[in-house]
């Protein structure tokens, strides 16, 4: 679990990306009972957006593992899934589709049709029989269960003394209880050899075709405002003076992912000749660029920001900047640099006139390849 992928441990992205949907509450990481401190450490230096329990109660099976953590289960709760840390990249799309089959059903698991031809041999060397795939499906986590029902099927295996369970779905089915397919995602793949990891790399965009830009902003500091950097409230007596919220870290960032991918530029896509976007919080304006990106195939990687402002002091705040910024566009807070200095008390930044900053925005194909054909893009 501890592999690096985009510089990041792999079980983090698991928990972070199934954190990060918003019909999930909180979390709990299931590890062996003398290896809790080093997740602990990391997640001191890289806090999480919701609750994540760490919990030393791994068994000597998968099975025996997940039972000892559903005794940790909150109270109330009426969904779980189950997850394997190895699982880096689990979508939004794939969450939305299990949850929406679990609320409709009590249970949803994600799963892929078999497509190769299959074998059965006793030996390893010689074949004894073509075995028919159709009916058969490659099954992932995470899985979703009715709470109620997940405590149970394990509560009867136990008692049953069946610790053989290669997945949960496995003891749901013992139990009676019926399990629905979900459409799974080729590319959550779960590493076990490093082959695979080679693969996850491939598929993160590490190694792919990248391109970068940059983006500027500043704005005057003016009586009456709220002061909005990196989609943060500042406690400061002078907000930034703008059509939307003003928020130069956002905007600057914005600018930099379009010029990325040649998009054009935030005056281009949100005019302030629009009422669309008076007063409008820059985080909903980071989205619709995110929404863009997507549109023509691309992916943040990188995010890094240097905010100029003589005051207020901004290095409490910039935690909960790259918790945001990294939250709107679906990537990691360690994908995300903002740093803040002086300009030493010249020009209109140092005069405490206003505040700019500089962003430098790094992007990569999301499907393996971008769609370069420049589609026309609207600007309310």
């Known amino acids: 679990m501890w592999q690096v992928l985009l510089g990041v441990p792999v079980w983090r992205h698991a928990v972070w990306r199934l954190l990060s949907h918003p019909e999930v509450a909180s979390g709990a990481l299931a590890v062996a009972p003398d290896n809790a401190a080093p997740f602990e450490a990391y997640l001191r230096q890289y806090p999480v957006p919701k609750p994540l329990q760490i919990l030393p109660c791994g068994g000597a099976t998968r099975q025996a593992t997940v039972r000892n953590a559903l005794a940790h ?180 960032i914005c600018d930099a992912l379009l010029g990325a991918a040649a998009l054009g530029d935030i005056g281009q896509h949100f005019p302030n000749t629009n009422p669309r976007w008076k007063d409008a919080p820059s985080l909903t304006l980071l989205q619709h660029v995110r929404a863009l990106l997507t549109q023509h195939g691309w992916q943040p990687l990188n995010i890094d920001a240097m905010a100029l402002a003589e005051a207020p002091k901004l290095a409490p705040y910039i935690p909960e900047m790259r918790q945001r910024i ?25 005069a405490r006139r206003a505040i700019a900053c500089y962003a430098v925005a790094t992007i990569y194909p999301a499907n393996g390849e971008a769609d370069h054909e420049q589609i026309p893009t609207q600007t309310g």
């Open 326 to 350: 990294a939250h709107t566009l679906g990537i990691l807070p360690e994908q995300v640099s903002i740093k803040a200095t002086t300009n030493e008390g010249m020009d209109a930044v140092g």
């Open 73 to 252: 289960l909150p109270d109330g709760v009426r969904f779980v899934a189950v997850h394997d840390a190895a699982r880096p990249l689990v979508s939004r799309a794939l969450l939305d589709r299990l949850i929406a089959t679990a609320t409709q059903h009590g249970t949803a698991i994600p799963a892929l049709p078999v497509q190769d031809t299959l074998k059965r041999s006793e030996d390893g060397r010689t074949v004894q029989a073509t075995v028919a795939r159709e009916g058969l499906y490659r099954v992932q986590t995470p899985q979703v269960f009715r709470a109620d029902w997940l405590i149970e099927a394990h509560r009867r295996a136990a008692e049953e003394g069946f610790e053989q369970a290669t997945d949960d779905a496995q003891l749901l089915e013992r139990a009676g209880y019926p399990v629905y397919l979900a459409e799974g995602d080729p590319r959550n793949l779960k590493l076990t050899t490093p082959d695979d990891l080679h693969l996850l790399r491939l598929y993160a965009g590490e190694g792919a075709l990248t391109r970068t830009g940059i983006g500027y902003d500043i704005h005057q500091l003016t009586e009456g405002r709220t002061l909005m950097l990196g989609g943060v409230a500042i406690d400061y007596p002078y907000g930034l003076q703008g059509h939307s919220d003003a928020d130069v870290v956002l905007h600057a």
